[in-house]
C-alpha cells in the first residue's frame, strides 16, 4: 500500500504545456493593458500594437550621443544590481577609461516622440502636461540615486505614481478635455522621468564608473518606458 500524501497529480509534459499557457495568459494580459494605455490616449488599436512592436524591436537599440572620460575605473561586469532589479549593463571593449551616453530606441526615444505627437494633438492639455513634467522631474530628481557601473536609478513606483497624481489634481481644475489626465499622465511620466533622472544628472555619468550610460537602456520596459503607460492606468 502506498502511504504518499504528497505526488504529482499530471505528467511532467502536462505540468510544462500548464506553465507554458499560465506564461502566455500573463504576457497577453499584460501586453493587453499596456495598449490598453495607448487606446485611452487617443490611438487605436492597431496603432497601439504597431508602437509596442516598435518598442519591442528598439529596446536593444542604442544610439550613441557622445563619449566622456571617466573620472573612476569603468566597471566591467556586465549585471548591476540596483533597487532590487537586476539590469543587464552593456559592455564595450575599449583600451581607454571613457564612458558611451547612448539613448535606447525603444526605451526611451520612442515614448519622448509619443509624447511631443501627443502635446501637438492635444494643444489644450499641453500646459498642464508641461506642468505635470515639472512635478515629475523634481519628485525623480530627488529619489534618483547614482549606481555605480550602471548610471542613474530610481525607485520603481515612485515616478508612475507622482506622474498619476499631478495628472489627476492638475486636470481636475484645469484641463478642460477627456482625454487631458491621460496626456498629462503620459507626458508627465515621460519626459519628466527623462529630465528628473537622466537629463539632470549627466554631469554625475563621468563619476559612476559605466561602460555605457544609455538613457531608456535597460530595457524597453526600463523607467522611461513603463512610467508613462503605469500612470495612464492608474488614472
Known sequence: MNHRMIYLPFGILAILLLALLLWASVALLFFGALSTAFTRMGFSWSDALLLLAASLLGAGINIPLFTLESKVPVVKEAFVRSFGMVYRVPVVKTVKNETTVAVNVGGALLPVLVSVYLLISYPAAAAVALAG???????????????????????????????????????????????????????????????????????????????????????????????????????
Open 133 to 235: 513634467t515639472a512635478i515629475v522631474a523634481l519628485v525623480t530628481h530627488a529619489v534618483a540615486r547614482p549606481i555605480r557601473g550602471l548610471g542613474i536609478a530610481t525607485p520603481l513606483f515612485i515616478p508612475p505614481l507622482t506622474a498619476a497624481a499631478s495628472a489627476l489634481l492638475l486636470t481636475a481644475v484645469l484641463s478642460p478635455i477627456p482625454e487631458g489626465r491621460f496626456v498629462t499622465a503620459y507626458v508627465g511620466g515621460v519626459l519628466g522621468t527623462l529630465i528628473g533622472a537622466d537629463l539632470l544628472n549627466l554631469p554625475r555619468i563621468s563619476e559612476l564608473g559605466a561602460p555605457v550610460a544609455s538613457i531608456g537602456g535597460a530595457g524597453t520596459f526600463d523607467g522611461i518606458f513603463l512610467t508613462g503607460v503605469i500612470a495612464v492606468l492608474i488614472v
